[in-house]
């Protein structure tokens, strides 16, 4: 073996194996119940950074725990490449915009740059370690993805979810789309409380407070709250708008706050989620003021062609000229922005498609309850929480280019759809019609859908188009994947931020179609935070940590080691400490491998009957570290289960075993051949056990040490598909653990008087004498004086039976004598 694991050789051979090998090559016919992955796919929107890495990473080591415990594991891979985030991405990396060249050739260079990303993004996952199925892969702009997704929508149309309504819409005037209500953020930001007067038919002054008083051309309506006395007199009268010089209603509303600003409140088209209930419920005008480009129309005079600030500005020098600007206040307050752009949103009339959510609340939240698991279990409120206070129903179109079209025309002869034949899908309207005309009236007159699907309406089908992965042969996965029991998927991984998009967004869509949740298991993992305590993100600008530099600094596995530092569900900050630790967890394994190798070559195939008391010690630790290891395996607490492992591996192997039979080994004349043998044996089995429960974390040196160590004897390819069952078995030794911890009680006694004084371990004693009142205590001792010889160079061993109440370690002239009462060892995890 190399003295030191070279990185740059041992990991690519290692993934170089895989590739060649197939290792993780998904089989339908294999043993083993299946363990179905739905991974996240990453957005094809830039670079990958240390936050994915970290997730991913999160869930590719649960998914080698379940390959060893012998499922057959579906793990494929997918590439989120259609929708806004990527028409970002090629607009700012080619300096063009979608607006600004052909439909077609726009399209065509977003996918010439998604499957440039893609390469770039499965070579760094691959470098990883990442163990998914690579010849199963998928992109969400796929043919096939594309046929999935249209007949969702055809599905759903049919079964009445879908409906086509003109209707207040959330509009991004940056991105130049309808989002839906999951794709907004919450920022805070500084604002002023402008008290502007409305003059009553009286007269006097009717003072509102807003934040908004470029949106004045725009206000149908004042509102006041029904039992607030300032204003219940003027019920059934007008006000006249400032500046603008006409009347609106006054009207009263419960949904006005009496303590909030004047208790006054105007009433645009449209401003926030209340003027847009009060325009329906109240039945008023619409008044449109903002262009689709985010410029103030025509129509609102001397604000025309200026965007929201400016407008603002400017409205405010007009009211402050009028004398009706009375007094502003500054404030700090929260505003509903695109979690693209973080720009301010603001409320337009389209025609648009909606899927009924609100109507099937009470179902998802029963579903989300009783049907799937959640790690961690809190996680389950913030889906909760979104659910209840959802109000509006999920807005399918966007208005832009690179996506999947809705298989749709419209007859302009009598106004029916017409939807696409199944059949005939994947298709784009805007290139073919069908041939019989409209199935109402028969017309060849149809206008085609010229918006796209909320990209989500896409990603929230990877149980369906992953079961087309599974199955190739499957040719209608929105029926076929639940009768073939494929749904639900047995787990879904991802980050907390997306549980109102894709966990949510998926859950509806197999509900809606089969009655069934997606997944039997939700595995939520945390953020990784900068040294600012602020989410690393492309967005950002806050990655120093380009996971290609640190690839090119650390081993992919110290990297894995420091991604399952975070306890389940939780933001972690970046630690470059983490990963000396895990550097120094890969050379330790290394080098403790190496003094493995060379005692293991002639261990004996079957277990000895006779292990004696160390090797019975270390074995009944080893089960009981599996047996912790698998149970927060089992919760997917990845950060517990490395901690067992890692702490035995340290305290119990490394420190003190290996440590204690070197004297057995290096000088096994002094031994019988029975009990050498027995600890070869020991020797082999827990470095073989070490190696499976470390692989999931350190997939490559792992593999390499089996290799080189335990494949030949084993006849298993990789590591990686052994399986526990028959390597994990269960050993139980109570008195073997009592006799042990005695030992290594005098041992790190010894150990801790000889650095007290500050003398190398090696120091030779002359004598080693231990005292004790029990004498069954003392005779315990005696088999064992030969390893007690060897680890503290002990000369001689002798025994007392009185009580000395002191242990100490003494020097006469040039040699050292050592006593120890054995019954005053306080504490034996102390001595340790």
């Given at each position: 073996?190399?003295?030191?694991?070279?990185?740059?050789?041992?990991?690519?051979?290692?993934?170089?194996?895989?590739?060649?090998?197939?290792?993780?090559?998904?089989?339908?016919?294999?043993?083993?119940?299946?363990?179905?992955?739905?991974?996240?796919?990453?957005?094809?929107?830039?670079?990958?950074?240390?936050?994915?890495?970290?997730?991913?990473?999160?869930?590719?080591?649960?998914?080698?725990?379940?390959?060893?415990?012998?499922?057959?594991?579906?793990?494929?891979?997918?590439?989120?490449?259609?929708?806004?985030?990527?028409?970002?991405?090629?607009?700012?990396?080619?300096?063009?915009?979608?607006?600004?060249?052909?439909?077609?050739?726009?399209?065509?260079?977003?996918?010439?740059?998604?499957?440039?990303?893609?390469?770039?993004?499965?070579?760094?996952?691959?470098?990883?370690?990442?163990?998914?199925?690579?010849?199963?892969?998928?992109?969400?702009?796929?043919?096939?993805?594309?046929?999935?997704?249209?007949?969702?929508?055809?599905?759903?149309?049919?079964?009445?979810?879908?409906?086509?309504?003109?209707?207040?819409?959330?509009?991004?005037?940056?991105?130049?789309?309808?989002?839906?209500?999951?794709?907004?953020?919450?920022?805070?930001?500084?604002?002023?409380?402008?008290?502007?007067?409305?003059?009553?038919?009286?007269?006097?002054?009717?003072?509102?407070?807003?934040?908004?008083?470029?949106?004045?051309?725009?206000?149908?309506?004042?509102?006041?709250?029904?039992?607030?006395?300032?204003?219940?007199?003027?019920?059934?009268?007008?006000?006249?708008?400032?500046?603008?010089?006409?009347?609106?209603?006054?009207?009263?509303?419960?949904?006005?706050?009496?303590?909030?600003?004047?208790?006054?409140?105007?009433?645009?088209?449209?401003?926030?989620?209340?003027?847009?209930?009060?325009?329906?419920?109240?039945?008023?005008?619409?008044?449109?003021?903002?262009?689709?480009?985010?410029?103030?129309?025509?129509?609102?005079?001397?604000?025309?062609?200026?965007?929201?600030?400016?407008?603002?500005?400017?409205?405010?020098?007009?009211?402050?000229?009028?004398?009706?600007?009375?007094?502003?206040?500054?404030?700090?307050?929260?505003?509903?922005?695109?979690?693209?752009?973080?720009?301010?949103?603001?409320?337009?009339?389209?025609?648009?498609?909606?899927?009924?959510?609100?109507?099937?609340?009470?179902?998802?939240?029963?579903?989300?309850?009783?049907?799937?698991?959640?790690?961690?279990?809190?996680?389950?409120?913030?889906?909760?929480?979104?659910?209840?206070?959802?109000?509006?129903?999920?807005?399918?179109?966007?208005?832009?280019?690179?996506?999947?079209?809705?298989?749709?025309?419209?007859?302009?002869?009598?106004?029916?759809?017409?939807?696409?034949?199944?059949?005939?899908?994947?298709?784009?309207?805007?290139?073919?019609?069908?041939?019989?005309?409209?199935?109402?009236?028969?017309?060849?007159?149809?206008?085609?859908?010229?918006?796209?699907?909320?990209?989500?309406?896409?990603?929230?089908?990877?149980?369906?188009?992953?079961?087309?992965?599974?199955?190739?042969?499957?040719?209608?996965?929105?029926?076929?994947?639940?009768?073939?029991?494929?749904?639900?998927?047995?787990?879904?991984?991802?980050?907390?931020d997306i549980i109102r998009t894709w966990t949510f967004y998926t859950l509806i869509k197999?509900?809606?179609?089969?009655?069934?949740?997606?997944?039997?298991?939700?595995?939520?993992?945390?953020?990784?935070?900068?040294?600012?305590?602020?989410?690393i993100s492309k967005s950002k600008g806050n990655n120093p940590l380009d996971p290609e530099?640190?690839?090119?600094?650390?081993?992919?596995?110290?990297?894995?080691?420091?991604?399952?530092?975070?306890?389940?569900?939780?933001?972690?900050?970046?630690?470059?400490?983490?990963?000396?630790?895990?550097?120094?967890?890969?050379?330790?394994?290394?080098?403790?491998?190496?003094?493995?190798?060379?005692?293991?070559?002639?261990?004996?195939?079957?277990?000895?009957?006779?292990?004696?008391?160390?090797?019975?010690?270390?074995?009944?630790?080893?089960?009981?570290?599996?047996?912790?290891?698998?149970?927060?395996?089992?919760?997917?607490?990845?950060?517990?289960?490395?901690?067992?492992?890692?702490?035995?591996?340290?305290?119990?192997?490394?420190?003190?075993?290996?440590?204690?039979?070197?004297?057995?080994?290096?000088?096994?004349?002094?031994?019988?051949?029975?009990?050498?043998?027995?600890?070869?044996?020991?020797?082999?089995?827990?470095?073989?056990?070490?190696?499976?429960?470390?692989?999931?974390?350190?997939?490559?040196?792992?593999?390499?040490?089996?290799?080189?160590?335990?494949?030949?004897?084993?006849?298993?390819?990789?590591?990686?598909?052994?399986?526990?069952?028959?390597?994990?078995?269960?050993?139980?030794?109570?008195?073997?653990?009592?006799?042990?911890?005695?030992?290594?009680?005098?041992?790190?006694?010894?150990?801790?008087?000889?650095?007290?004084?500050?003398?190398?371990?090696?120091?030779?004693?002359?004598?080693?004498?231990?005292?004790?009142?029990?004498?069954?205590?003392?005779?315990?001792?005696?088999?064992?004086?030969?390893?007690?010889?060897?680890?503290?160079?002990?000369?001689?061993?002798?025994?007392?039976?009185?009580?000395?109440?002191?242990?100490?370690?003494?020097?006469?002239?040039?040699?050292?004598?050592?006593?120890?009462?054995?019954?005053?060892?306080?504490?034996?995890?102390?001595?340790?």
């Open positions: 073996m190399d003295t030191k694991y070279d990185q740059s050789k041992f990991d690519g051979q290692a993934q170089e194996k895989w590739a060649s090998e197939g290792t993780f090559t998904f089989n339908s016919e294999n043993k083993g119940k299946l363990f179905s992955i739905d991974t996240p796919p990453p957005t094809v929107s830039g670079s990958l950074h240390i936050g994915h890495i970290f997730s991913y990473t999160q869930a590719d080591i649960i998914a080698r725990f379940k390959r060893l415990s012998g499922f057959n594991v579906f793990y494929p891979f997918g590439f989120d490449d259609n929708g806004l985030a990527t028409e970002r991405f090629v607009e700012k990396k080619h300096g063009v915009t979608g607006f600004g060249m052909k439909r077609s050739e726009f399209i065509n260079l977003c996918l010439k740059q998604s499957k440039e990303s893609q390469k770039e993004f499965q070579s760094l996952w691959q470098r990883i370690g990442i163990s998914a199925d690579w010849t199963k892969t998928y992109s969400t702009i796929s043919p096939q993805a594309q046929k999935i997704s249209q007949a969702s929508f055809i599905d759903l149309y049919k079964k009445g979810f879908i409906y086509r309504k003109e209707e207040p819409a959330i509009y991004c005037t940056t991105c130049f789309t309808s989002v839906a209500q999951a794709e907004l953020d919450d920022l805070d930001m500084p604002a002023q409380f402008n008290n502007v007067a409305f003059k009553a038919e009286d007269g006097t002054d009717l003072i509102i407070a807003t934040t908004r008083p470029e949106l004045l051309p725009s206000c149908v309506a004042l509102f006041y709250h029904p039992e607030d006395e300032r204003y219940t007199h003027l019920k059934d009268t007008q006000a006249t708008v400032p500046l603008f010089d006409y009347k609106v209603p006054l009207l009263q509303d419960e949904l006005v706050e009496k303590d909030k600003g004047t208790g006054l409140v105007m009433c645009c088209t449209f401003g926030d989620k209340n003027d847009i209930a009060w325009f329906k419920k109240y039945n008023l005008p619409y008044r449109e003021s903002i262009n689709f480009d985010g410029k103030w129309k025509d129509t609102t005079g001397e604000l025309a062609g200026l965007r929201a600030v400016n407008a603002r500005t400017k409205v405010l020098e007009l009211l402050h000229a009028t004398g009706d600007l009375k007094e502003q206040k500054n404030i700090t307050h929260s505003v509903n922005v695109h979690e693209r752009c973080k720009k301010p949103i603001e409320y337009v009339v389209l025609t648009q498609w909606f899927l009924n959510i609100l109507d099937h609340k009470e179902e998802f939240l029963k579903q989300a309850e009783k049907n799937l698991n959640w790690f961690p279990g809190f996680m389950h409120s913030r889906y909760k929480d979104w659910v209840e206070h959802l109000q509006w129903d999920w807005c399918l179109s966007r208005q832009r280019f690179y996506g999947i079209p809705f298989p749709i025309w419209h007859c302009l002869d009598c106004k029916h759809i017409v939807v696409a034949d199944p059949a005939t899908l994947p298709l784009d309207p805007q290139e073919k019609r069908p041939k019989e005309g409209c199935s109402q009236c028969s017309s060849t007159n149809l206008k085609p859908d010229t918006d796209v699907m909320d990209t989500w309406n896409t990603s929230s089908l990877t149980p369906y188009i992953c079961a087309q992965l599974a199955y190739p042969d499957m040719t209608d996965p929105l029926t076929q994947a639940a009768e073939k029991k494929f749904l639900p998927m047995s787990m879904r991984p991802q980050a907390h197999t509900w809606l179609h089969n009655k069934t949740v997606p997944w039997n298991n939700v595995v939520i993992s945390g953020h990784v935070l900068s040294s600012e305590k602020d989410k530099n640190l690839l090119s600094q650390y081993p992919a596995d110290v990297i894995r080691y420091w991604t399952a530092s975070g306890s389940l569900g939780q933001d972690v900050a970046f630690s470059e400490n983490q990963f000396k630790i895990g550097l120094k967890l890969q050379t330790k394994l290394w080098n403790a491998f190496r003094f493995v190798k060379d005692h293991i070559q002639e261990a004996p195939h079957n277990k000895p009957e006779q292990l004696g008391t160390l090797n019975e010690w270390l074995l009944h630790t080893m089960h009981e570290t599996f047996n912790a290891y698998h149970k927060a395996l089992q919760e997917n607490e990845v950060g517990h289960a490395l901690g067992a492992v890692e702490k035995f591996f340290w305290n119990n192997f490394c420190d003190n075993y290996l440590e204690i039979i070197k004297d057995q080994l290096f000088k096994p004349e002094n031994y019988t051949a029975e009990k050498v043998a027995a600890t070869r044996w020991t020797l082999h089995h827990v470095g073989l056990r070490l190696l499976q429960m470390f692989g999931p974390y350190m997939p490559h040196i792992t593999e390499i040490l089996y290799e080189t160590l335990y494949k030949e004897k084993m006849g298993i390819p990789s590591l990686h598909v052994t399986q526990f069952e028959g390597i994990q078995t269960p050993h139980s030794f109570t008195q073997s653990i009592a006799d042990a911890e005695r030992l290594l009680a005098i041992i790190g006694a010894i150990r801790r008087m000889k650095s007290e004084k500050q003398l190398s371990l090696k120091v030779p004693l002359t004598s080693l004498t231990i005292h004790s009142v029990n004498l069954a205590m003392l005779k315990t001792l005696i088999p064992h004086e030969q390893l007690l010889k060897g680890i503290t160079h002990a000369e001689t061993i002798a025994y007392g039976s009185g009580d000395v109440d002191i242990s100490e370690l003494k020097q006469e002239k040039d040699t050292w004598f050592a006593t120890l009462d054995l019954d005053h060892l306080q504490n034996l995890n102390e001595a340790l």
